[in-house]
């Protein structure tokens, strides 16, 4: 069940050439053998971005690309962390002096924000130092979680060196809030589907409490993944963080200790002011505004359905950038305490905010997802074509009010639209990173064959990266997987440098 704990397993390193590998590389590095071994999935998000640190449902499913670690509890009280890719150098810190470096988060650090974690919910005094072996191949900056994986994993292996116990459930809230010491404001999609996923089946993931529904997908199509060669770390760039910003921008004003009198949230004092919407009524009786982080919560404290609060937004946001003076104005606040109580330390130096794009992003792209995830449950004769439609109105959506394409992106949605996917749309974060498709599956070979020539041939710089995966023998260039039920979940030029960050 997805309330239990991960799983402990017996495994017969004969029979797994990667982690016997590994466990040799291990006895050269450390001159011991691993203790146990722990592991956490990448994942493809299908549909729902960008919504989850907003409080509500996406609907990802795992991949078989992974992070492994290889681990043995050490007799001191440092933790010594080595990667099986030369691209990313050795690290060793005390456990009792975890330091985490926002500025230019490197590979390890996403470690220790895993073992921070748990660290942090145990209260442990004396936790017990650790050697560490990882390898990694989820592609790094793709949009297939390979950070959240790592922090995973990190998390799973302080919790076993420790002797400790947690369900998936709490593992999955820890690693969400430790990964937030690195600087990224994430939602908890990454940790939630790492821990919970289950074979054969999508999720859709609620928040609030955190539950893992099972989501059919129809047969008939394969989902791929294609690698639009773009990285994009957002821990190491604001992009990420300013969306997060505008949306609570949109939802709340966060009440400063030093101004206890400053008005409600952004959306209902412009509601107020315009008098415009009926539901404001509400706010006479007695709900505390104030306690509101999430477009979710306006949603709920309202009692509205998502279709009446795009509406709601088209009537109390305008389209225009709201200036930092303007939303202090609507807040209440100075510009002084904007920047040091709201603003995060990556976007101190923005100065305009799109609030009515981003909200009617997320309340549209929250009816998608629970659309999609209908479709599924029922199973109609044109549910592929439904699903397609969905996606592509996603990836528009992505793209022109959330802005969180790129020209990549959009061209390798438009290539696999061309050569037969019924939808097309980025999956993860944005601003580079993957695509994902869901093509019928009778085509799946001639789109493969069609996709490779126009986006990955026709570039010199990814022939090239494709040239040299294929001659230093690394197998990850193209990868399916048949555990999804009986649909194909395909892998197109995924890693460039092999390993992970």
């Not at 971005?49 to 907003?54: A, L, N, V």
């Not at 790094?140 to 116990?165: E, I, M």
């Amino acid at each position: 069940m997805a309330g239990d704990g991960p799983a402990a397993l017996p495994v017969q390193l004969v029979e797994q050439p990667r982690m016997q590998k590994l466990k040799e590389m291990f006895i050269s590095k450390y001159g011991s053998a691993p203790k146990f071994y722990a592991r956490a999935p990448g994942r493809v998000n299908l549909i729902g971005e960008h919504i989850d640190y907003c409080g509500y449902a996406v609907l990802p499913m795992a991949i078989e690309q992974d992070i492994l670690i290889a681990a043995e509890p050490a007799q001191t009280q440092v933790v010594q962390l080595a990667n099986t890719s030369s691209s990313y150098l050795d690290f060793s810190t005390s456990v009792n002096n975890i330091q985490i470096n926002k500025t230019k988060p490197q590979w390890h650090s996403y470690f220790l924000c895993g073992l921070k974690g748990i660290q942090e919910h145990f209260g442990l005094n004396n936790p017990t130092g650790m050697n560490c072996l990882l390898d990694g191949t989820v592609p790094p900056s793709s949009g297939l979680s390979s950070s959240s994986a790592l922090v995973c994993c990190a998390g799973l292996v302080t919790l076993r060196a420790n002797g400790k116990t947690l369900s998936k459930v709490e593992l999955a809230e820890i690693c969400t809030k430790s990964e937030r010491y690195i600087g990224t404001e994430g939602g908890g999609m990454d940790q939630a589907i790492s821990f919970l996923a289950e074979e054969g089946t999508a999720k859709l993931i609620e928040f609030n409490p955190l539950k893992a529904t099972d989501v059919r997908l129809p047969s008939g199509a394969a989902f791929v993944i294609a690698n639009s060669c773009v990285e994009m770390n957002k821990a190491a760039t604001s992009h990420f963080n300013i969306r997060v910003m505008e949306c609570r921008l949109a939802t709340k004003n966060q009440t400063p200790p030093s101004a206890p009198s400053a008005g409600p949230e952004l959306l209902l004092r412009l509601m107020e002011v315009q008098g415009s919407c009926p539901y404001i009524e509400d706010y006479s009786k007695g709900l505390d505004w104030k306690k509101m982080l999430k477009l979710h919560d306006v949603q709920t404290e309202l009692g509205v359905s998502l279709e009446e609060m795009l509406t709601i937004v088209e009537e109390v946001l305008h389209p225009e950038p709201y200036s930092r003076e303007e939303i202090c104005k609507c807040l209440g606040i100075s510009l002084e305490e904007l920047c040091s109580q709201i603003l995060s330390q990556n976007i101190q130096d923005v100065s305009t905010f799109k609030l009515y794009q981003r909200a009617k992003h997320v309340y549209s792209e929250a009816a998608r997802v629970l659309e999609f995830q209908k479709i599924c449950s029922k199973a109609p004769a044109n549910a592929l074509q439904l699903l397609g439609e969905l996606m592509n109105q996603s990836h528009i959506s992505c793209r022109e009010m959330y802005e969180c394409s790129c020209p990549e992106l959009d061209r390798l949605v438009d290539i696999c639209l061309q050569f037969g996917a019924i939808g097309s749309r980025l999956t993860g974060a944005g601003w580079g990173g993957c695509t994902v498709s869901m093509v019928p599956t009778d085509k799946l070979s001639t789109f493969l064959k069609d996709v490779k020539k126009a986006y990955y041939q026709t570039d010199g710089q990814r022939l090239e990266t494709r040239q040299n995966t294929t001659n230093t023998g690394n197998k990850r260039q193209i990868l399916s997987s048949v555990s999804h039920d009986l649909k194909r979940l395909v892998l197109i030029i995924p890693d460039i440098h092999g390993g992970r960050q």
